[in-house]
C-alpha cells in the first residue's frame, strides 16, 4: 500500500503476493498529477513483503476476481474511488482526470443513446428511472444465455407499467458483432465507436468479467451489483426493487461463493418449512450487516445463504469436506480456502449474530478447506 497524494494504491498481481516487488518495480518513482511533470507524487519503493493472511484479507475486502487489478483508495477515508485501476492508467496516462474519483452515473453515461432500429435518444430519457447497467459481448456464451433470460425479465417490467430501462454497454471485439448481438435486445447501448464512454462506465463500476448487470435505482444510486444472480432467481421480476439479503443456494448463483466470504446455512430441506424458516432468521441479521456498510458506501463483508439438500449441495459439502449435519451453521470463503464450522443442535439468531460477530472480528480460527 503507497500513499499517492489522496490516494492509496492495491496492486493486485497474484493470490500469494499483493503489491509485489515486480509490480513495483514496473512502475515509475514519480507520476504526473494533472498531467503536469512537475507536479507528481512518488511511489516510495517496497521493501517487505506482507503476510499471506493480510493479502487475503485485501482480496476479499476490495472483492478482486481477476488480476493484474489495481485499485485506488481515498487515503482519508478509505473508500475506493476506482475499481478498475488499470482502466484509468490506459485511458488517462497524464494525469488530467486525477484524483479519478466516482462520478454520478448521469454524468458519465451523458450522450446520445441507440435502440437496436436506428433510433438515438439523449440520455436525459433515463431520468427518474430504475436502470440495469449491462456489460456483455456476444462472444460469451454466458452472456447469451443471460440476454434471452432478461429479455423476457425487461418485456414483464414494462408491460407492468414500471419505469425501468436497461443501458448495454458492450464488450464485443467489433461494430459487427456488436450489432448483431444488439439486434437481439429491446433495450438501449451505449454507441459502439463510443470506446471512451464504454470505458468510463466499466470504470466507474469495477467491472472486472462479463456478464454483469448493475442496478440502479431512480436516483442512480447503485441497488446491487449482483443484477445477473437475481434476474436468473427472481420470476416475479422485482429484484430491481426489492434485493434479497438471503438467497437460497441454487446451481445459479453459486458462482458467487467465489466472490468472497459467504455464510451458508444447510438446513434439511424435506420440511418444506425449513427453508423458509432459515431464511426468515438469518435476514434481520443480514439487513443489519448489509445496512452498516451501505452507511459507509462498502459492500458487505459477507454474502448470506440458505442451503437445503441437493446434488449442487452435495458437491459442496464433499468439496468443503464439511459434516453432514443439519442444521450447520458455515462461513465459507473459497478464495483463502478456509472454512469455519459452528455444529451446534439448534440455530439461533443470537447464534448467528455471535458467529458473524466473532468472524468480522476475526476471532474464529478457520479450518483449510
Known sequence: MRALGDLRVFCFTDRIRILSDLAFSALPTKIPVNGNCSDTASFPRRTTKQPLEENLKLWNKYRVSNIPSLIFIDASTGKVVCRNGLLVIRDDPEGLEFPWGPKPFSEVVAGPLL???????????????????????????????????????????????????????????????????????????????????????????????????????????????????????DTECLFFFHPKPVLELTDSNAVQLNEGPCLVLFVDSEDDGESEAAKQLIQPIAEKIIAKYKAKDEEAPLLFFVAGEDDMTDSLRDYTNLPEAAPLLTILDMSARAKYVMDVEEITPEIVEAFVSDFLADKLKPEPI
Open 115 to 233: 435502440r437496436n432500429n436506428g433510433q438515438s435518444l439523449d440520455s436525459t430519457a433515463l431520468e427518474g428511472s430504475h436502470v440495469g447497467v449491462y456489460f456483455s459481448a456476444h462472444w460469451c456464451p454466458p452472456c447469451r444465455s443471460l440476454t434471452r433470460v432478461l429479455v423476457e425479465s425487461y418485456r414483464k417490467i414494462k408491460e407492468a407499467g414500471q419505469k425501468f430501462e436497461i443501458v448495454f454497454v458492450s464488450a464485443d471485439r467489433s461494430e459487427d458483432s456488436f450489432k448483431q448481438y444488439f439486434s437481439e435486445m429491446p433495450w438501449l447501448a451505449v454507441p459502439y465507436a463510443d470506446e471512451a464512454r464504454r470505458s468510463r462506465l466499466n470504470r466507474l463500476y469495477g467491472i472486472q468479467g462479463i456478464p454483469t448487470l448493475i442496478v440502479l435505482d431512480a436516483k442512480g444510486d447503485v441497488i446491487t451489483r449482483q443484477g445477473r444472480v437475481e434476474v436468473l432467481n
